[in-house]
Each structure stands twice: as C-alpha cells, then as structure tokens.
C-alpha cells in the first residue's frame, strides 16, 4: 500500500484531521479542486459560538474551546445579539437559553448597533462569548502543518473508483491511482457519494443550501466593533466582515451536492428581513454566494470507523458547525483512527458513531 491514510476532502474536516494524522503514518490527502477550502470550508460565516447547536454540537464545540484560544490569531472577539420584532417573544426566549444571552434595553442595543429601528426592534438580548474565526488562516494552517509532517496533497484530483483491496483500498482520482490502508471520508457534501463509491451503506447526508450577501457598511459606519446579529428564530443574520456587512437569509433549502449558488429570491426575502429591523436599507450588494451546511439525518455529525467496513471512517455532516468544532471532532478522529483515549465520553462518542445509522 502506498499509503497508512488517505483522505478525500481538502476542507476543514479533512485538513484539521490531517494536520494531526500525518504524524501517525504515510498521509495523502484528495480534493478534487484547484484550491483547498473551496466549497462550504470557502464559504462559512466564521463564527465561534459554543453555544450554539444541538447538545453533541455544543459539546464539541465547548471542547475545541482551549484549541482555539491557544491558537494565535485564530480568534477575535465579536459577540452575538439577538433582536425580536412584535409578536417574537418565543422565538426570541429560545434564543436567549440556547446562547445565554442577557437580555438589554432597545436603548443599549441601538447605542451597540446604531442602525438598529427602535419602531421595529422590540427585544433584543446579547453576549459576548461569541469570536470570528481566521477561517483561512486555520486551513492554511492545517495544510502546512500536514505538510510538514511528510504528508502529501493532491488538487484537481476528482475520486471516481473507489476499489477494496486486502487490507485496503485503490483509488483512481484524476489520471492517477493510489492505494491505503484506511480511507477517511471527509467529502461534505459528497459524503454520501464518497460511501457509495466504496460499496460502504451511505448514512443519508443532506445538503442544505445557505446564501449570504455582502453589503456596503450601513451609513458608512464603522461596523468592526458590532456584535453578529440574528433575528429571533434565526430568520437572517448579519456580521461584520473586513469593513463591511455579511447578511444571510438563514436559508436550508435541501440541493444536490453541488457547487452551490444564491438563489435571487431567497436572498431577497431575507434581505427584507433584516431590512424591517433597521433604519438603513440596503441599495447595493457587493458580492452573493452560497455555500452547503451537510447534515446527518439527526443533525450530529458522524465520525468514526464503518461497522462493516473497518477500513471506511467517517468525518461528515458537520452541518453549520464545522468549524467551530473542527478541533475537538478532529481529535476525536485522531484518537478513534490511532486505537487512543479520548478526553470526550463514551455516550457522546457514541452518538457521534456511524453504528448509530445501523
Ligand atoms: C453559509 C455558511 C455559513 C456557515 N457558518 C459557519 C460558522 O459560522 N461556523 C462554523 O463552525 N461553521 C459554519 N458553517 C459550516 C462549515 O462551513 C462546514 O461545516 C464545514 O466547512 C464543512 O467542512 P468539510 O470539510 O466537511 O466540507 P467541505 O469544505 O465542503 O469540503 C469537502 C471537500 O471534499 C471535496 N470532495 C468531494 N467529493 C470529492 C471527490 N469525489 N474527489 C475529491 N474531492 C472531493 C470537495 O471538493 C470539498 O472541497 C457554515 C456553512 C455555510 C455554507
């Protein structure tokens, strides 16, 4: 075999797990694009918030906590408001227990973010454990360290056969073919296809579609110092990003995986409600784009080895979350592929195991 390790997937998932694997044995890792991180990983929100998701996520996420601090320039402090119009207040108190929130007068939100309507804005609540992740220098990172310790990677390479072997795999990826022993499924949203390839039960990934528009500072202010603002129930958000405004409809349309686009409409709806919460409207957008949240079809991620297929593991489904967990769900990994302890506990482990789609 050519390789101990091979990875398909140049994203977070698969560069947080081989910056750690190729200290183990002989690594490659497989993206079928030019670049790394050109899909969701390429497309995110950057946001840390370990508070925010489903139970397992939350725990993933509170884990990575002491990775990311230790990681110099990785984070920037950004806080997170939530605000609520008329007839919200529902939406609005789940918000506020989910990400532990302290609630504050219109006055104090609008003295925050002076854009806010104070005729619209009925509640608004806010915290400040909320940071903005470098997510390019992270990929970056990652693929240097993998680099350096003797791994390879190939671009441009789109896996097409994926072949059992004893004791391991072919794979014909471009116009080339390589063998491993352990092939790690790091694909998003083709994560299924990925499975489907190597005869392996595929799990049932949805790809769900989430646009985002940048827009022009409201006013000419300066926005750096704003919280990221979501309307309650999370209908749009909106964050500051290098000078101006990133604003999304909080959309989850389920698509094909694809090399995924705004859809006009869907952005405009969303635009429009996060219009009605300001004083600011928006005339110009700078630039739009999509990007695919994949999740399992219980919303956590999957990571572990396959039960029928021992040499198949699975790193997916990290739905809207894949960065703010990356380093815990990749040491996770790390630990699961190298027979090591984990620091997580065993129902969480299992939760996130694929035995659970048996
Ligand atoms: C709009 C948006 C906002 C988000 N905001 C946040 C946020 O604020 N915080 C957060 O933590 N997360 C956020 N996320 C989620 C996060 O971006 C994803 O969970 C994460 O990027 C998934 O990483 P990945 O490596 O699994 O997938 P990807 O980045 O999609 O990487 C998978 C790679 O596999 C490659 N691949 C697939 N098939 C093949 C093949 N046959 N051959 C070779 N290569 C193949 C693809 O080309 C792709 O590059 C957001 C996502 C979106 C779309």
């Given at each position: 075999?050519?390789?101990?390790?091979?990875?398909?997937?140049?994203?977070?998932?698969?560069?947080?797990?081989?910056?750690?694997?190729?200290?183990?044995?002989?690594?490659?890792?497989?993206?079928?694009?030019?670049?790394?991180?050109?899909?969701?990983?390429?497309?995110?929100?950057?946001?840390?918030?370990?508070?925010?998701?489903?139970?397992?996520?939350?725990?993933?996420?509170?884990?990575?906590?002491?990775?990311?601090?230790?990681?110099?320039?990785?984070?920037?402090?950004?806080?997170?408001?939530?605000?609520a119009g008329e007839g919200q207040d529902?939406?609005f108190?789940?918000?506020?227990?989910?990400?532990?929130?302290?609630?504050?007068?219109i006055?104090?939100?609008?003295?925050?973010?002076?854009?806010?309507?104070?005729?619209a804005v009925w509640r608004?609540?806010?915290?400040?454990?909320?940071?903005?992740?470098?997510?390019?220098?992270?990929?970056?990172?990652?693929?240097?360290?993998?680099?350096?310790?003797?791994?390879?990677?190939?671009?441009?390479?789109?896996?097409?056969?994926?072949?059992?072997?004893?004791?391991?795999?072919?794979?014909?990826?471009?116009?080339?073919?390589?063998?491993?022993?352990?092939?790690?499924?790091?694909?998003?949203?083709?994560?299924?296809?990925?499975?489907?390839?190597?005869?392996?039960?595929?799990?049932?990934?949805?790809?769900?579609?989430?646009?985002?528009?940048?827009?022009?500072?409201?006013?000419?202010?300066?926005?750096?110092?704003?919280?990221?603002?979501?309307?309650?129930?999370?209908?749009?958000?909106?964050?500051?990003?290098?000078?101006?405004?990133?604003?999304?409809?909080?959309?989850?349309?389920?698509?094909?995986?694809?090399?995924?686009?705004?859809?006009?409409?869907?952005?405009?709806?969303?635009?429009?409600?996060?219009?009605?919460?300001?004083?600011?409207?928006?005339?110009?957008?700078?630039?739009?784009?999509?990007?695919?949240?994949?999740?399992?079809?219980?919303?956590?991620?999957?990571?572990?080895?396959?039960?029928?297929?021992?040499?198949?593991?699975?790193?997916?489904?990290?739905?809207?979350?894949?960065?703010?967990?990356?380093?815990?769900?990749?040491?996770?990994?790390?630990?699961?592929?190298?027979?090591?302890?984990?620091?997580?506990?065993?129902?969480?482990?299992?939760?996130?195991?694929?035995?659970?789609?048996?």
């Amino acid at each position: 075999m050519d390789f101990d390790y091979i990875i398909i997937g140049g994203g977070i998932a698969g560069l947080s797990l081989g910056a750690k694997l190729a200290g183990a044995g002989s690594l490659l890792l497989i993206e079928r694009e030019t670049n790394l991180g050109y899909h969701a990983s390429g497309r995110s929100a950057a946001l840390y918030e370990p508070n925010y998701g489903p139970p397992e996520i939350v725990a993933l996420s509170s884990e990575s906590s002491d990775a990311f601090h230790a990681m110099a320039g990785i984070l920037t402090p950004r806080g997170v408001m939530s605000v609520a119009g008329e007839g919200q207040d529902a939406l609005f108190g789940q918000d506020v227990d989910a990400m532990d929130m302290q609630e504050i007068s219109i006055d104090e939100a609008c003295h925050i973010v002076p854009i806010l309507n104070p005729k619209a804005v009925w509640r608004a609540a806010r915290a400040d454990h909320a940071w903005d992740i470098d997510t390019d220098l992270l990929l970056q990172g990652h693929a240097a360290t993998l680099r350096a310790l003797g791994g390879q990677v190939v671009t441009k390479a789109n896996v097409t056969a994926i072949t059992p072997q004893l004791g391991g795999w072919t794979i014909q990826a471009g116009d080339q073919t390589y063998s491993g022993k352990m092939l790690i499924n790091a694909a998003g949203a083709w994560a299924d296809q990925i499975a489907t390839l190597a005869g392996v039960n595929p799990i049932g990934i949805q790809p769900l579609r989430r646009s985002m528009a940048r827009i022009p500072a409201p006013g000419n202010h300066d926005v750096s110092g704003w919280p990221m603002m979501f309307g309650a129930g999370e209908t749009w958000y909106a964050k500051p990003d290098a000078g101006a405004l990133i604003v999304s409809p909080a959309d989850a349309d389920l698509v094909e995986p694809q090399d995924a686009w705004a859809d006009d409409m869907v952005l405009a709806e969303g635009i429009a409600r996060y219009e009605a919460m300001v004083t600011s409207p928006v005339t110009q957008l700078l630039a739009n784009w999509a990007g695919l949240r994949s999740f399992t079809p219980d919303h956590v991620p999957v990571i572990g080895h396959d039960l029928m297929q021992p040499n198949f593991f699975w790193l997916a489904g990290q739905g809207g979350y894949g960065f703010q967990t990356s380093p815990a769900a990749s040491e996770l990994a790390f630990n699961l592929l190298t027979w090591q302890p984990s620091n997580l506990s065993r129902p969480l482990i299992m939760k996130l195991s694929p035995l659970r789609f048996l």
